[in-house]
């Protein structure tokens, strides 16, 4: 799978199955972020290609894969002019699921109830980021991708994207997760790939 | 450690998903609307599109009209006049739709969200609000400042609605395409747009020149210049339609 | 254009460049076809009658085959920007590409031949005539074509978006040149002067006709040496670059 001037990897089949995490390592600037993007549909690689099985049908269209996945990175953002509900049920009525969804999960990620309707501009990066996380999910989708979920977050952000995550592998999701922390990567990893530039 | 084993240049994910249900996605309409709906509320929060076009259209009618105040203006003249500043007005607002969401990162949410085309259509949507709005603040100022008389407003009118549409078509398609540029933005809307414009611009200009000149012979042909008018509005829509997916996807 | 600099960093191919004895003849064949043309528009023609400046006049044979010659360049730069959306090669943006710069090119010449007659001839070097405004429209499309090449730095991004800019700008083009055209006549290009009985004389139609042939023979042989220069310098660049591929170590974790 190649992109840009660089080949990501050769030769390799790499097999994801329900209920698996892959935790994606590697210095920056190796391709953890841009594999992460390929995966999700952002990025069109210049070889190589990414199938979907869902068991009862495979997906090999890019359009319908990017709606199957959660993607959280930095460089996908929320509203600053809405509030944290308002940015949910919007994705909430674009996805066709109910508004009620996405306020349940930003009770999950622990959004302080009282900044809840303030707009995303007045929030802390932290606040801004479990925010993201909970947009990620709000469709339940079958595959998640996150790109760095803990980096701005504390003790108490970093429980709420563990529960989450075992929550979403628990019902046979999988989860690919891009971070360089040792204790992440220790507490999380099913499987690894690392990218050695 | 051990390596998985490698063979073909594939990557396969594999899930099967008991309790998580395939996410639909809501229909091709309501995606449309609820961006449009989204963008108003946004802009009506912060008012900076709005806010700088209407301050463009004041300043540039008045001070046209204060330095033509003397000298007597051909009524062809004023007709080039008011499309230049609609032009201009709409150059510096209708990019937004799309930069600042570039800019802001939303605009990879709203990829992994919602159909192409809709979100095309969506700030197509709000960008014929923003060219009408323009529209109603400058066509009054004008013949405040730079009165015409004998306005067939029947021709006039809908060579508004047309233009407009055209306008806001082809500047939007233009925008998106600008917005994923690294800099020099507003002058590279302006460069890339104008000869796409041009047909839609001599058009107006012809059809308001007639709809302003009181004569027969002239007042015909600017129904001639709203049915080009609509055909290119339909034109420009369509092909952005089709063309849309490849400039928003990468 | 692009620098050679790529192309001498001694680079082996497994296939030789060489010319064909074929194609060398033809490259020959349309040097002097072209010279004696440059040569029969200036000594053989007679000069035009019914012009202001006979002499000059005859800068007609030289003005239509560069402004037909540019149009087929800009049709065949479109229908390579659609291949190239179709099928994602980068061969077929380079041939896109290389096709507008040469038409860009073709469309200065055409203005510039056009504004000199125009001066002698009605008094003006611009006169918004409608086949003048499209031509400025087209000049304007190239223009703004490469400007947004050059402000996009991914190469998938910038391809894709030019090549959707360059169709959706041609899809305009038809709005200036067929649909006003009704509502405002011709006046300054008239019709059919080219191609019935009744209009230009018949040296001047050899001549003209001829130009044609020609400078598309031309446009096919820059077409050739650029697009050929450009990939090989893809190939270049792309040699060298997979030599620092990523190395990626997959592990499996315990449970």
């Known amino acids: 799978m190649a992109y840009g001037g660089t080949t990501l990897f050769a030769g390799v089949t790499v097999d994801i199955r329900a209920g698996q995490r892959v935790i994606v390592t590697g210095a920056n600037g190796t391709g953890k972020t841009t594999f992460l993007k390929i995966l999700a549909g952002l990025v069109r690689p210049a070889s190589g290609r990414v199938e979907v099985d869902l068991g009862n049908r495979k997906v090999d269209d890019v359009g319908e894969r990017r709606r199957l996945v959660g993607y959280a990175g930095p460089d996908v953002n929320v509203y600053d002019e809405l509030s944290a509900v308002e940015n949910l049920a919007f994705l909430a009525r674009l996805r066709g699921v109910p508004a009620d969804a996405g306020i349940d999960l930003l009770k999950k990620a622990g959004l302080k109830r009282s900044k809840q309707n303030h707009p995303v501009r007045t929030y802390s990066s932290g606040m801004r980021q479990r925010v993201r996380l909970a947009a990620s999910l709000l469709s339940a989708p079958p595959i998640v991708l996150w790109d760095e979920p803990t980096a701005m977050l504390d003790a108490e952000g970093r429980g709420f994207v563990d529960n989450m995550l075992k929550d979403h592998v628990e019902a046979g999701g999988v989860a690919v997760i891009a971070t360089n922390d040792p204790a992440e990567i220790d507490r999380w990893g099913d499987r690894r790939i690392h990218f050695d530039g | 450690m051990t390596d998985v084993s490698i063979s073909t240049d594939e990557q396969k994910l594999d899930t099967t998903a008991a309790r998580l249900n395939e996410p639909k996605t809501a229909s091709w309409v309501t995606c449309a609307w609820e961006i449009f709906r989204k963008d108003i509320r946004v802009e009506l929060r912060t008012r900076y599109a709005l806010g700088s076009v ?46 600042r969401e570039e800019e802001a990162g939303t605009a990879q949410s709203l990829r992994l969200t919602a159909p192409a ?6 700030k197509l949507l709000f960008n014929l609000a923003l060219v009408f709005t323009v529209e109603a ?21 809908p060579i508004l609605i047309a233009g407009g549409w055209g306008l806001a078509a082809a500047a939007t398609f233009v925008a998106a395409m600008i917005a994923q540029t690294t800099s020099g933005k507003s002058a590279l809307f302006a460069i890339v747009s104008f000869p796409v414009l041009m047909p839609l611009l001599m058009a107006a200009v012809q059809g308001t020149a007639g709809a302003f000149s009181q ?3 002239f007042e015909a042909r600017a129904l001639a210049d709203i049915g080009q008018l609509s055909i290119y509005g339909v034109v420009m829509t369509t092909a952005s339609l089709l063309l849309f997916e490849y400039v928003w996807h990468d | 254009m692009i620098s050679s600099r790529n192309a001498d960093a001694g680079f082996a191919s497994s296939r030789k ?3 064909d004895p074929a194609s060398s003849f033809l490259k020959v064949l349309l040097l002097i076809a072209q010279s004696a043309l440059i040569v029969a528009g200036f000594l053989w023609l007679a000069p035009a009658d019914g012009f202001r400046n006979p002499d000059l006049a005859r800068i007609v044979v030289f003005h239509v085959p560069c402004s037909i010659v540019a149009s087929i360049a800009s049709t065949v730069a479109t229908v390579y920007a659609v291949i190239y959306l179709a099928k994602r090669r980068p061969s077929d943006d380079i041939k896109s590409r290389t096709a507008f710069a040469i038409g860009l090119l073709l469309w200065v010449l055409t203005t510039v031949t056009g ?17 003048e405004k499209s031509i400025l429209m087209l000049l304007l499309i190239n223009i703004a074509y490469f400007a947004l090449r050059s402000a996009i730095d991914n190469p998938n ?7 959707a800019y360059a169709i959706f700008a041609m899809a305009a083009v038809p709005a200036l040149t067929y649909l006003l055209p009704n509502s405002t006549p011709d006046t300054l290009h008239p019709k059919g002067v080219i191609t019935t009985k009744e209009g230009l004389d018949a040296h001047y139609k050899i001549v003209l006709w001829s130009g044609v042939l020609c400078l598309t023979g031309v446009f096919v042989w820059a077409m050739r040496i650029q697009v050929r220069l450009e990939e090989l310098a893809l190939r270049v660049q792309k040699s060298k670059s997979t030599s620092r591929g990523a190395k990626v170590v997959i592990t499996e974790l315990g449970p």
């Not at chain 2, 085309?117 to 969506?122: H, I």
């Not at chain 2, 603040?137 to 009118?157: A, E, H, K």
């Not at chain 3, 504004?115 to 086949?131: P, R």
């Open chain 3, 115 to 131: 504004a000199i007659f125009a001066k002698v001839q009605w008094g003006a070097y611009w006169n918004w005539d409608i086949k």
């Open chain 2, 117 to 122: 085309t809709a979100v095309y259509a969506g």
């Open chain 2, 54 to 99: 209407a301050l463009f259209s004041v300043t540039t009618v008045v001070m046209m009209a204060a330095a033509l105040s003397g000298a007597p203006v051909k009524t062809e003249v004023k007709a080039a006049l008011i499309w230049v500043v609609l032009l201009f007005a709409a150059l510096s607002g209708l990019a937004r739709a799309f930069v």
């Open chain 2, 215 to 217: 004569v027969a012979t």
């Open chain 2, 137 to 157: 603040i400058t066509v009054p100022l004008f013949s405040v400042f730079m009165p015409i008389p004998g306005v067939r407003y029947d021709l006039f009118i």
């Open chain 3, 17 to 19: 460049i060489e010319s």
């Open chain 3, 157 to 163: 991004k910038q391809a894709a978006i030019a090549a």
